[in-house]
């Protein structure tokens, strides 16, 4: 949080901004709050950290610094704000665990929304009464409304159907708002009184010298105009959000920087009668403030462009950006893309620029664009300020802008419209339609604008415009940015929209002449509108007879979240610098698939502060070797590459910039091998996979088809997905005596880094001690693919006989560590009459990348996933596992299973579709049943999936809104809305069987302070948690007493990841073995004196010389290994099932979409902490809704990955999260396969995303269906908004050229 003292108004405002794109000189005479300044975990929370806290808001953490200071600069502006200020203060941040919703529901406790001080509509403090005793308390569930639009609209689930006796024993509350210490703005931190007594500070003029850079703060116009007309090339840096981008990713230098905040013509707004000027330097938010005034305060039509800005500047970026950013920096940056440049064609924009020797005045129109980021602004013009012209009453401005994802997101296409009418007419006098992402530049449809002069605003101007349109903006089919055919799409439907809304503005002042917009055309043309969130949160409370210090299946608040939320939690990254420490970067292939032929690093070298370049010739030939399930990987590339972003060499330096640039620096040259295979196309044409394909057969298949009644087929490409786990991979190697090394690794893997690491340093594994303290997320990523650096850092660090550290960026970890595979699933069902499954055929195909990894398991479980829920007799299947030139793809929550899962969910519905019937009684009849066998021979003693299913169609009262949704469809032409319902099931184990065990290892101290350690390690899935409530049960001792430092190799040696979702289950039972040993030894001294005190039974035993130490081993009972030739075996220990019900709306025009509505019952036993299995389930849902319709991996047809980073790709926001979000937990489960009842958890709800597809599938379908198109359509994940746009055929995407693939080279390419 930056904080600044205005000296005219006398304010302190608070602003927060992106920490990695503030240049730290651009804060001179501000003062910034960091975590650190605002609570402590030692002292005390700050409310907004208690909230987050306590609100189950945080899992692995590495986010909620962020949210809290998010948080924190809101409350400082506005004590009591809105929901709608949370969420745009929140805009900026993104968290990959939590799915959001505990963070809004406990900030919520700090709104306005939240009604009285506890957050409960009849808080005792209002009213007077004890919320506590209240009788409603005992009944209501805990139904939040996040209302950001109006205050009410309390609504409740599942209550209204008539399940209220049963929410008494099943409904619970997370979080008990009462709780909270009300928030007291009386007790912040003051400004410092320093910046508020020195106005030099802010005026001075200033000028700082870097060894490479040079940075001006002038203080009035002329010094400025003098600088640059001294170095034309001085780049002015308002915000820093374009150019401080270009200087980290595309390791751009601009050696003199100039920041003109402090000459007053830059920074200033004027109001006059003709309209508003305002300073190149003044910020988007400053920006917005201004225009919302003017716009409240002056006459409706005179602002109309201004209205246009404001919407447009509401999906601009993020608070944070918007926060620094300047309205001159994104005209100068003169992008493509640019949200604002359109529109400020639209309104008549004038920009002053200015030189030391001249000034002129010139309009944004066709001509100031002049190329690819190129204006017509001279080298050594500045952009003193930007005049915005009023409207008058006939002209109308609307802008639309399509995005990946809603906020926080650049454009696909804009388009700013603005149509002036003879006065009092609806006959047009001037038109200007200016679109963004249609060219390398900002460009206006110019031949539609005058062929749409002197018309009259009727269906004739559609007419004309369309193939107008599509000649004044054509689009190569390999043009940069790739979607063409959804880009061309979306020009004509933005244009349709803006049709739509000046003929509804039109029909207000001319009714007689131009009729009424229909609902569905008004809902259509409208720019979205928020709606307000709502969940509930259902679980089954814990026996009464429960003593009230056994934590057991309470929700107990995660071990770490104080230490996260205070940022007092370690990193990687946040381990302090060791005595001698380098720092490392790595030097990445450039090329997929070729011979190095040279790697000359001296220019690297001779640069300051650079120390050694490690390759391969460092190492001998055989400790280059290294691998997962094969040994056919290597530290350094040695001869070969063969996938862009492999490692082929590291770089030493004193600091990390240093060692950054330095990679910059070493040059290899490569000689191109062909052929670089990159697709699944490319794959299965080469016919590249690694031998044989996995095959597994049940029944006859062949005969069963030909015996069908029907024989339904498709396919289906399912996109891989990025971990994007928030902290990106990083090691520390810390080299010791006698060759000892430990290592400090983001791992999931701790003993197969040991291995590695000792392989590669020729040492036995007792000489290299593995630390994890924690991670921030795994998802799988972090579980092999650490070695694609941490065996590097090892080498150096031995070599070197020095620290090294190497905490990768996002662009490079993004680059290394590959993914979820892609799949490509071919399949062929046989039904009955009825909808009975006969056989199906099913051919997968999994994008492994250059080496096997954990391939052949995630396509193997991929296979045991084909009956998902179904019957079938008679199945056949082939998994095959592709070799190509990409980073090798590897584990990811659900390893096979969402991609499989999916493609069974389609082809039901597809099948259900083909026989026109209801696709839930379709799996209905082919569900399975308690005590049926799947195809692999597997008993289903206690399948739960049918009781999930039903329950969760009752509480979302499926039946009812299919009527309704079918009933809005009917009506509405444009948007559509989809429901789906989905069953799942997950079986649990590793396939390797020797996995499936966990040590654990617990001292008791004569304190009477308990250590507890295990096999698993914490990534924030609330693992450490657990095992600390199962010790604080078996022991009988409260969890305070309890701690988990760390997972480390010298504690439980031998441990296997912590995935494949068991870590509770195994490393649960070996704590709980362990803590029975100590509890067996304890016994005779708490038998002796029953009402003594733990700690004096501890004493007392330690005075005997009984050990207070224990061990323990479980490992997994009644599994074996799984033969697929044969068939036989047991995989699985258990399964665990769930269902979801989901609800979409589909804007058919643009493929924008939303969940309106999702009800997830998730079966996970008997909760052992309903808090963290709630949390898990939201976090991997909205995970799942990621890899389902938003996630997109582009690659370049010659393997470069072209999404690195978040500007590229897209994961969930807070917006994206369903509008309601019900989560209820299986009542009444037990599962005697798992340490108290419960199961495993942690995998299993992705897969329940598959509702979310499929709802927007049945919109999909319903459009097609207006459309006349009845038949079967191909809807591949993830469903973007293209996908789904181009899938919704119409009058207008008709128009569009379809692209002959195949007779060019597209920009990207599907994997
Ligand atoms: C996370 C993120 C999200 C973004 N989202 C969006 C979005 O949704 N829509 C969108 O349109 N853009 C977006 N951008 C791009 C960027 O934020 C905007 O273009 C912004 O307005 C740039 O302003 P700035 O002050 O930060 O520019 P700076 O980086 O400070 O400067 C940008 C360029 O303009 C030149 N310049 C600045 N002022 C002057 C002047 N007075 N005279 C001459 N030249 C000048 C600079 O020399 C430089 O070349 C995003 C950027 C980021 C990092
Ligand atoms: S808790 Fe938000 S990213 Fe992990």
Redesign the pocket.
């Known amino acids: 949080m930056i904080s600044q003292y205005d000296r005219k108004s006398h304010k302190v405002s608070h602003y927060s901004a992106?920490a990695c794109?503030a240049p730290l000189v651009s804060l001179h005479g501000k003062a910034v709050t960091t975590i650190e300044g605002v609570g402590s975990a030692r002292t005390r929370l700050h409310a907004v950290q208690e909230r987050i806290v306590r609100a189950h808001g945080s899992q692995c953490g590495f986010c909620t610094p962020g949210m809290v200071m998010s948080m924190y600069t809101l409350l400082r502006n506005d004590p009591q704000p809105d929901m709608s200020n949370v969420l745009q203060y929140l805009s900026?941040n993104l968290c990959r665990c939590t799915g959001y919703r505990p963070i809004l529901e406990g900030f919520r406790t700090l709104t306005k929304e939240a009604q009285g001080p506890c957050g409960r509509k009849n808080c005792c403090r209002l009213n007077g009464t004890s919320s506590s005793t209240s009788k409603d308390d005992e009944i209501t569930p805990q139904t939040t409304t996040i209302n950001t639009t109006d205050a009410g609209n309390r609504h409740s689930l599942p209550h209204e159907n008539g399940a209220l006796e049963e929410d008494l024993t099943q409904v619970d509350h997370l979080f008990d708002p009462s709780e909270f210490e009300p928030y007291d703005p009386s007790q912040e931190v003051i400004f410092p009184p320093e910046l508020k007594i020195r106005p030099d500070l802010d005026t001075e003029s200033l000028q700082f010298v870097g060894p490479r850079v040079t940075f001006f703060r002038p203080n009035n116009l002329q010094h400025l105009l003098a600088i640059?007309d001294l170095y034309p090339n001085?780049?002015?840096?308002?915000?820093?959000?374009?150019?401080?981008?270009?200087v980290k990713s595309k390791k751009r230098l601009c050696p003199v920087l100039?920041n003109?905040t402090s000459v007053p013509e830059?920074i200033e707004v004027q109001i006059d009668d003709l309209g508003v000027t305002v300073g190149?330097?003044v910020?988007?938010t400053a920006l917005e403030n201004t225009l919302r005034k003017i716009v409240d305060s002056k006459p409706e039509h005179k602002c109309r462009g201004f209205a246009a800005i404001l919407e447009m500047l509401q999906?601009?970026?993020?608070k944070?950006?918007?926060n620094?950013?300047?309205?001159?920096?994104?005209?100068?940056?003169?992008?493509p893309?640019?949200?604002?440049?359109p529109l400020l064609m639209a309104c008549g924009a004038q920009l002053q620029?200015q030189t030391e020797r001249s000034k002129r005045r010139i309009k944004i129109d066709g001509s100031f664009f002049t190329g690819y980021r190129r204006t017509a602004?001279s080298l050594n013009?500045?952009?003193?300020s930007v005049h915005l012209p009023y409207t008058n009453k006939d002209d109308h401005v609307v802008a639309y802008?399509q995005?990946r994802r809603r906020t926080?997101?650049?454009?696909i296409v804009?388009g700013a419209m603005r149509v002036t009418f003879h006065p009092g007419t609806h006959v047009t006098r001037n038109l200007t339609l200016a679109f963004?992402g249609m060219a390398d530049r900002s460009v206006l449809a110019t031949k539609t604008m005058s062929a749409l002069q002197g018309r009259p605003w009727d269906a004739s101007v559609m007419d004309v415009a369309s193939p107008m349109l599509l000649e004044d903006l054509p689009l190569d089919p390999w043009a940069p940015g790739g979607k063409v055919e959804y880009r061309r799409v979306l020009s004509l439907s933005l244009f349709f929209k803006f049709f739509l809304r000046i003929k509804g503005e039109l029909s207000k002042t001319l009714p007689t002449v131009v009729p009424p917009l229909t609902s569905s055309e008004l809902a259509v043309s409208q720019v979205y509108q928020e709606r307000p969130y709502q969940s509930t949160q259902l679980f089954q409370k814990v026996n009464k007879n429960q003593d009230p210090l056994d934590p057991i299946g309470r929700p107990v608040v995660h071990a770490g979240a104080r230490f996260h939320a205070t940022g007092e939690a370690t990193y990687v990254d946040d381990i302090p610098s060791m005595m001698n420490e380098l720092q490392a970067a790595l030097v990445l292939s450039t090329r997929a698939h070729a011979y190095i032929r040279s790697l000359d690093a001296s220019r690297a070298l001779a640069l300051t502060g650079v120390v050694r370049v490690v390759s391969a010739s460092d190492i001998p030939a055989d400790r280059n070797v290294t691998g997962v399930e094969e040994r056919d990987e290597e530290v350094f590339a040695g001869g070969r590459v063969h996938h862009v972003g492999q490692v082929v060499a590291l770089v030493l330096a004193t600091d990390l910039n240093t060692a950054r640039r330095a990679t910059t620096l070493v040059r290899v040259t490569y000689e191109d091998i062909k052929p670089a295979i990159i697709t699944l196309k490319d794959a299965i044409r080469e016919k590249s996979w690694w031998d044989p394909p996995r095959l597994l057969r049940k029944g006859d298949t062949e005969a069963a088809l030909s015996d069908s009644a029907h024989v339904v087929e498709g396919e289906l490409h399912i996109g891989g997905q990025e971990h994007f786990y928030l902290e990106p991979q990083g090691s520390l190697a810390v080299p010791h005596e006698n060759d000892e090394m430990e290592m400090f690794v983001t791992t999931q893997n701790p003993t197969f880094v040991q291995e590695k690491v000792a392989s590669v340093l020729d040492v036995p594994w007792n000489r290299v001690t593995v630390r994890v303290k924690r991670i921030g997320g795994g998802f799988g990523g972090k579980e092999t693919r650490i070695i694609t650096h941490a065996l590097a850092v090892a080498v150096a660090a031995k070599m070197m006989n020095r620290p090294v550290r190497c905490v990768l960026d996002r662009e490079e970890d993004m680059s290394l560590t590959g993914t979820r595979h892609p799949f490509f699933v071919k399949w062929k069902a046989g039904v009955s009459s009825e909808g009975v499954l006969t056989a199906v055929r099913m051919f997968l195909y999994a994008n492994a990348g250059y080496s096997l990894d954990l391939s052949t398991s995630v396509v193997d479980k991929g296979l045991l996933s084909c009956d998902n829920c179904y019957r079938c007799p008679n199945i056949e299947l082939s998994g095959f596992t592709c070799r190509t030139n990409l980073a090798s793809n590897t584990a990811f929550r659900g390893f096979g299973g969402p991609q499989v899962t999916l493609a069974v969910e389609d082809m039901m519905e597809r099948i259900a579709n083909s026989l026109g019937m209801d696709p839930t009684l379709m799996r209905e009849k082919n569900m399975y049943h308690p005590g049926d066998f799947t195809f692999y021979n597997q008993l289903l003693p206690d399948f739960t999936g049918r009781r999930c299913l039903n329950q969760v169609m009752s509480q979302a009262d499926y039946t009812k809104r299919r009527l309704l949704v079918d009933s809005f469809n009917r009506e509405s032409r444009y948007k559509k809305r989809g429901l789906a319902a989905t069953p799942i099931k997950f079986g649990f184990s590793f396939f390797d069987i020797h996995l499936n065990q966990a040590g654990a290892l617990v001292h008791i101290y004569k304190d009477g302070s308990v250590l507890v350690s295990h096999a698993g390690m914490e990534m924030g899935q609330g693992l450490f948690t657990k095992m600390i409530q199962v010790a604080s049960r078996v022991l009988e001792v409260p969890m305070e007493k309890i701690h988990t430092p760390e997972t480390s190799t010298a504690l439980v040696p031998n441990t296997s990841p912590t995935a494949a979702s068991i870590s509770s289950d195994v490393n649960g039972m070996a704590v709980l073995k362990a803590c029975q040993t100590l509890r067996e030894r304890l016994r005779p001294y708490r038998e002796q004196n029953p009402k003594g005190r733990w700690e004096k039974w501890v004493v007392q035993a330690y005075n005997d010389r009984v050990s207070l130490s224990a061990t323990a081993l479980y490992k997994i009972p009644g599994i074996t290994n799984f033969d697929f030739e044969k068939n036989e075996g047991q995989p699985f220990s258990y399964f665990s099932c769930g269902a979801a019900v989901s609800e979409v709306e589909l804007d058919t025009l643009t493929g924008d979409h939303e969940v309106l509505r999702t009800d997830i019952v998730m079966d996970v036993g008997e909760s052992l902490n309903p808090a963290i299995d709630i949390g898990q389930i939201e976090g991997a849902f909205m995970q799942g809704l990621g890899l389902l319709t938003l996630e997109e991996l582009r690659f370049s047809n010659s393997g470069v990955l072209l999404t690195r980073g978040?500007?590229a790709y897209k994961i969930p926001g807070f917006d994206d999260i369903p509008k309601e979000f019900n989560v209820s937990l299986l009542r009444d489960s037990p599962n005697p396969k798992a340490v108290y009842s419960s199961k495993a958890v942690g995998e299993p709800p992705l897969l329940l995303a598959t509702a979310v597809f499929l709802a927007l599938r049945d919109a999909v379908a319903a459009r097609r269906k207006d459309f006349g198109l009845k038949e079967d359509f191909q809807l591949n994940s993830p469903a973007t908004v293209e996908r789904l746009r181009l899938a919704c055929k119409d009058h207008l995407s008709e128009q569009v050229p379809k692209i002959e693939q195949g007779s060019f080279a597209p920009w990207d390419v599907t994997v």
């Open positions: 992106n794109l900026g640059k001085a780049k002015i840096v308002t915000g820093n959000t374009e150019i401080g981008v270009e100039v003109p830059l190149a330097s910020t988007l999906w601009f970026a993020s944070q950006i918007r620094v950013a300047a309205l001159g920096g994104n005209i100068m940056t003169a992008s893309i640019s949200d604002l440049n620029l602004v013009e500045i952009l003193v802008k995005a926080d997101d650049i454009a804009t963004g978040p500007g």
